[in-house]
């Protein structure tokens, strides 16, 4: 048995969330996606697709978001949990953080929402060369530190008390200004919808 490179030493790892490979397979088929189509739309490789949908890799908070948004569901739901009723309160201490490729995620809203809110903790330098193209809308509202927030062509710096909200189509990238990275309240729609697209360019495959 050859041994495989180093690089996908860690893409073989146990199955720690036994539902999401099936319903991710499940999800595609049902909107009628190749995985190729899926992939490219995602930002992804096929084959790297193939492996979250086979278990052998674990997918991050932000590809679930991206699969979420292009099968037209929530990651609450890809996820399999099915909450018996929409609890309108969402109390500090409920809700724990997860970290992704750099970036600490709070929920601040319910699951099955037209809207995603979250407050985020963004580091410099973390995901930096990351650019994100997909319907919908995003607002976003600095808590501290200062952002630097890359709209087209367009390069905004954020002070705290500022805010923004654009058309998600316009290819954004969102980055601390300064070393002492920045805080920010951030709320996306996600899009009921099968043709909902998430396209990453940049840093995509460094996820």
């Given at each position: 048995?050859?041994?495989?490179?180093?690089?996908?030493?860690?893409?073989?790892?146990?199955?720690?969330?036994?539902?999401?490979?099936?319903?991710?397979?499940?999800?595609?088929?049902?909107?009628?996606?190749?995985?190729e189509t899926a992939a490219a739309r995602a930002g992804l490789s096929p084959a790297h697709l193939s492996r979250l949908e086979t278990g052998r890799r674990q997918p991050s908070l932000p590809m679930l978001l991206s699969l979420a948004r292009i099968y037209g569901t929530t990651v609450s739901e890809l996820l399999g949990e099915m909450p018996p009723e929409r609890d309108p309160i969402v109390r500090a201490g409920r809700m724990e953080p997860v970290e992704a490729d750099g970036w600490t995620y709070h929920q601040a809203g319910g699951s099955g929402r037209a809207m995603q809110p979250l407050r985020l903790q963004v580091p410099y330098g973390a995901q930096g060369e990351l650019v994100r193209v997909h319907p919908g809308e995003e607002w976003l509202y600095v808590l501290e530190g200062r952002l630097r927030l890359t709209l087209g062509d367009a390069?905004?710096?954020?002070?705290?008390?500022?805010?923004?909200?654009?058309?998600?189509?316009?290819?954004?990238?969102?980055?601390?200004?300064?070393?002492?990275?920045?805080?920010?309240?951030?709320?996306?729609?996600?899009?009921?919808?099968?043709?909902?697209?998430?396209?990453?360019?940049?840093?995509?495959?460094?996820?």
């Open positions: 048995m050859s041994t495989p490179p180093a690089g996908e030493a860690a893409e073989d790892l146990p199955d720690q969330l036994p539902d999401v490979a099936p319903r991710l397979r499940e999800l595609r088929r049902g909107r009628r996606l190749t995985l390069v905004h710096v954020l002070d705290p008390g500022d805010s923004a909200h654009f058309d998600s189509l316009t290819p954004h990238r969102i980055a601390a200004a300064g070393a002492e990275g920045t805080e920010l309240l951030f709320v996306h729609t996600l899009l009921q919808s099968p043709a909902a697209e998430l396209c990453l360019g940049g840093g995509a495959h460094r996820r």
